[in-house]
């Protein structure tokens, strides 16, 4: 079952989003609502549904809705219509205060601009939730130390966050939102802030944490290879609308519209496509004329990066399995010169 | 709908009813209203029975107010009065250096242990005793008026900002009436002050809280609406409530700017209770006040400059606390 679903959300914002909205069902896009009506189209019927334990991306432009879409999650936005379930509860039917206990037991979040709180140290900003959540001083300083420590701050503890670099305070607002140990993350544009170098050590810490803590969460970028690097998988918004959903290799190998395909243009498909995706599989590939001598076997997940070198040097075979040491098809250079074709 | 309704007809309505009873009430009405067709006089000069008597209803409205309401007044009047008077006593028990002592042990501590200001504010304090003996006591008698007036104008002006910053129509109500406060003449208000609460002390304080608290409002109200927007989503994201959102974020990050706003409205306080000393009360106003009658332009000056070293002190001592709280709010940095 999906931790997350959101069915057909619509957000305009303006003084009478309700009066617009017939106007947005019917059809009319973002520029055209703006212009006649002077209301904003945040989004418009957007659906998603975030497995457990998975990393959901979710990409477009500056405006394109993302940020919108990510707190219409934890409802720090009201949508204009739509449904939200978490976990099979319907977080818009929640009163005043079930939602805070919502917001407090469920999810945390990390902000593109770290958001964090200048009047508070980093001990005490990484405790907050648990302040919140009235969880006894000693205890919440201990569980804050050992974040503190996980994301390798420690020392840092009685500084105050403007004293801290991007790097370190975008570290300390993800100790701070694992620190109530959430099920979901929900991250927006969380790396955007960093330079190249530490961002991509921070994709691989989270990477890294993902693996031991197997959370659920959602992930905003406007960085393609962000979010190939991070996402199960991808959502694409333009305007308020979600222009396309699926795994990464999907989104490579079939990009569902211009706007798509501009974005994944100049991407190292190499470094995306795994054997799987890219093989012939077993009962459309002739075996009869290889010699067995130049077949390898490879993982399924394998990334065709790797084996490229490989292939193209000895034109050897690649034998595509699974976990259990199954055959599932095969790789040779033609695959490997169609899947890196652009279209 | 019903407000458009509103403007759109009750308003022309209130307006003829006023004409009519004004000019019924008038005791210069023509005997009879067809005079104005066939008299056209009356169009050349403002006609003297086109006057609305706004100056009887207040005079008959207040009177009738202040006969049924009176006793409440006189309850108010004594408990600020009382209060006042024990400030008052307990500031002139203590021996004049020991006074010195603690403000400049307030400032300190309150500039987060910056020396300059310290010894500087020190000076000033006693260059009010050292300008004139007796400003000494004046200065202790106006201080207290104006710390009362202050803790009124906290005690009103910090909620109210508060309440602002909340919802747009409390701002939208209140903004109007500041602006009232901030530009109706003080006198205007002193005298029914002085009619409701006698002369002295207890008229110069309502005039100082009115006075005094509009910057303190707007400065709280903007404050919190300053604080990043990023910053509070992150408290609601971890379920802050309501209230500790506001204690523990707004309030802390808006900080600076309510000591701002206190700072204006300790600046305006001081300048109020001087002009008070024309309805007689105590203080260094009321020296100022002899100078001017006496045409002692020396004692005038003396006078004067008490009043300025006594609002470098009080300046110093609420300004060097808004800087230590921004100072902390962002370190060194840039
Ligand atoms: N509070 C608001 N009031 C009015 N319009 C808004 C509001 N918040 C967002 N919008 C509009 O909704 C649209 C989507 O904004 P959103 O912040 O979700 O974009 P984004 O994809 O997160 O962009 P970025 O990458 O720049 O953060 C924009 O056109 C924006 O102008
Ligand atoms: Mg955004």
Redesign the interface.
């Known amino acids: 079952m999906s931790k997350i679903e959101i069915r057909n959300i619509y957000k305009i914002f303006g003084n009478h989003p309700d009066q617009i909205l017939p106007m947005v069902k019917e059809g009319a896009n973002k520029e055209q609502v703006m212009e006649e009506t002077g209301h904003t189209v945040g989004l418009d019927n957007v659906s998603i549904s975030v497995k457990e334990g998975e990393i959901f991306v979710c990409m477009g432009l500056s405006g394109s809705g993302k940020s919108t879409l990510i707190?219409h999650i934890?409802r720090?936005i009201d949508p204009t219509a739509g449904q939200v379930t978490v976990d099979g509860v319907d977080v818009l039917s929640l009163d005043d205060k079930e939602i805070?206990?919502?917001?407090?037991?469920t999810?945390?979040?990390v902000?593109?601009?770290?958001?964090?709180?200048?009047?508070k140290t980093i001990i005490q900003n990484v405790a907050?939730?648990l302040?919140?959540?009235k969880v006894p001083e000693d205890q919440r300083i201990e569980i804050a130390q050992g974040q503190i420590d996980s994301v390798g701050l420690q020392g840092f503890e009685n500084q105050?966050p403007?004293?801290l670099s991007g790097g370190m305070q975008q570290r300390v607002g993800l100790a701070r939102a694992l620190a109530?140990d959430p099920q979901i993350l929900?991250m927006d544009e969380a790396f955007s802030a960093l330079d190249p170098l530490i961002r991509s050590d921070m994709q691989k810490q989270l990477i890294e944490l993902q693996s031991k803590l197997k959370k659920t969460i959602v992930f905003i970028t406007h960085d393609l290879d962000e979010s190939l690097k991070l996402g199960d998988h991808i959502g694409i918004l333009n305007g308020g609308r979600l222009v396309q959903v699926g795994r990464p290799e999907d989104i490579i190998m079939n990009p569902a519209d211009d706007y798509v395909k501009a974005f994944v243009k100049d991407v190292n498909r190499s470094k995306v496509l795994r054997a799987q995706t890219v093989m012939t599989k077993k009962d459309q590939f002739d075996t009869t004329n290889i010699n067995p001598s130049t077949i390898y076997k490879i993982d399924e997940n394998t990334v065709i990066e790797e084996i490229i070198p490989k292939v193209l040097r000895e034109r050897c075979t690649m034998n595509v399995v699974d976990k259990s040491g199954n055959t599932k098809g095969y790789i040779t250079s033609d695959e490997l010169s169609k899947a890196l074709t652009k279209h | 709908m019903i407000k458009k309704l509103f403007t759109y007809l009750a308003l022309p309505v209130i307006f003829i009813w006023l004409l009519i009873t004004s000019f019924n009430a008038s005791r210069f009405r023509p005997d009879s209203a067809a005079e104005l067709l066939t008299d056209a006089s009356w169009l050349y000069n403002w006609p003297r029975w086109l006057d609305i008597p706004l100056m009887k209803w207040i005079n008959d409205w207040f009177r009738v107010f202040n006969q049924e309401y009176g006793m409440y007044f006189e309850a108010v009047n004594n408990f600020l009065l009382g209060a006042i008077l024990s400030l008052k006593k307990f500031l002139m028990m203590l021996p004049w250096p020991l006074v010195i002592a603690l403000v400049v042990a307030i400032v300190f501590f309150s500039s987060g242990r910056k020396l300059g200001t310290t010894v500087f504010v020190g000076i000033c304090t006693f260059f009010i005793g050292f300008l004139h003996p007796r400003f000494w006591d004046k200065a202790i008698e106006t201080t207290s008026i104006m710390i009362i007036g202050i803790l009124f104008c906290i005690l009103i002006g910090i909620p109210l900002g508060i309440a602002m910053s909340r919802s747009i129509r409390v701002r939208n109500a209140t903004l109007p009436v500041l602006d009232l406060m901030q530009t109706i003449p003080s006198f205007c208000y002193l005298i029914p002050g002085i009619m409701l609460f006698g002369l002295g002390a207890v008229p110069a304080i309502i005039a100082t809280v009115i006075y005094a608290v509009p910057p303190l409002v707007r400065l709280t109200d903007l404050g919190i609406r300053l604080v990043?927007t990023?910053?509070i989503?992150?408290?609601?994201?971890?379920?802050?409530?309501k209230k500790?959102k506001l204690l523990?974020?707004q309030l802390?990050?808006a900080l600076p700017n309510i000591m701002q706003g206190i700072n204006q409205c300790t600046m305006m306080a001081l300048a109020m209770v001087v002009i008070a000393s024309m309805i007689g009360t105590r203080g260094l106003g009321d020296e100022v006040l002899l100078g001017l009658q006496q045409l002692n332009v020396g004692k005038a000056t003396e006078a004067g400059l008490a009043i300025v070293l006594l609002a470098i002190v009080l300046d110093r001592i609420t300004q060097a606390y808004g800087q230590k709280v921004q100072d902390?709010?962002?370190?060194?940095?840039k």
């Open positions: 707190r934890n720090l805070l206990d919502f917001r407090k037991k999810m945390s979040m902000f593109q601009r770290f958001g964090l709180f200048p009047h907050y939730g302040e919140i959540q105050y403007a004293q109530t929900l | 990043d990023e910053v989503e992150a408290a609601e994201a971890f379920g802050a409530s500790q523990g974020v802390p990050l902390r709010n962002k370190p060194p940095e």
